[in-house]
């Protein structure tokens, strides 16, 4: 929690600065453009999506799946993720370029990953061969959309010839800071939630936790797939 409440401040303190700093303007100039911004918001969404189920998938086989080595089940599962990941960014890289289109790649990754993340909630999948099955599913969604979405935010740079080193940076925080603040705010809620509580009227635990974290997850997805729609600079 030091470490989001760290990551939030700075990011404020910069945008803050930012604004008022001229150096710093300068900086994030390419948040200014709305391709470029939505792109970051949309990646950013869809990381917050994947961080709010990757970290917890050891605490999942154990406590769902019933897993005696929980560590090696959850290695073996995001074994099956990269697997089903490295085809479909492949292909849907090179169909993507052939055809000249981005957005129906991102658009069907999307809904893949927010599928993957259902089938979790609302079965709780317990068998460890559903999972790898699942897992592999979700693969082929992640590989697809990150391949595509590098790029699509190549295509959207605002100033390709002489700021493409910063501008992508800046993008690449779409990465990073999900990755702090996702994991930290949904620990939370799977620690509440699976224990013993009384929440507006209604008892907690019984995985209720897996449940709302992991439809966190394909709200994160829908929102990152649909938004891609306010993209105008490619198709």
């Not at 949309?42 to 799946?65: H, L, Q």
């Not at 999948?125 to 790898?132: C, E, F, G, I, K």
């Not at 010839?161 to 620990?187: C, F, K, Y």
């Not at 507006?200 to 829908?222: D, Y």
């Amino acid at each position: 929690m030091v470490v989001t409440g760290v990551a939030i401040a700075g990011g404020l303190v910069s945008l803050t600065a930012g604004r008022r700093i001229d150096g710093l303007r300068r900086h994030l100039s390419a948040l200014a453009n709305p391709d470029f911004r939505w792109c970051f918001l949309t990646r950013m969404f869809m990381n917050f999506g994947i961080f709010s189920i990757v970290p917890f998938m050891d605490s999942y086989f154990e406590k769902v799946a019933g897993s005696t080595n929980s560590g090696a089940a959850s290695s073996y599962w995001l074994l099956a993720v990269i697997a089903g990941g490295v085809v479909p960014a492949i292909v849907g890289g090179a169909l993507s370029d052939r055809i000249g289109r981005r957005k129906p790649f991102v658009y069907i990754s999307g809904a893949i990953q927010a599928l993957a993340a259902s089938v979790v909630i609302f079965s709780l999948v317990s068998s460890t061969l559903a999972l790898y099955a699942v897992g592999l599913l979700f693969g082929i969604g992640y590989g697809m959309y990150y391949a595509i979405d590098w790029a699509l935010a190549c295509d959207v740079l605002p100033d390709k010839e002489n700021a493409s080193g910063r501008d992508m940076a800046i993008w690449h925080i779409s990465l990073t800071l999900p990755q702090v603040i996702a994991p930290a705010l949904a620990a939370l809620l799977l620690t509440y939630l699976n224990g013993t509580h009384h929440l507006l009227g209604m008892t907690t635990g019984h995985n209720l936790g897996f449940r709302v974290v992991f439809g966190s997850a394909a709200l994160w997805f829908t929102l990152g797939t649909v938004f891609v729609s306010r993209i105008r600079g490619v198709r």
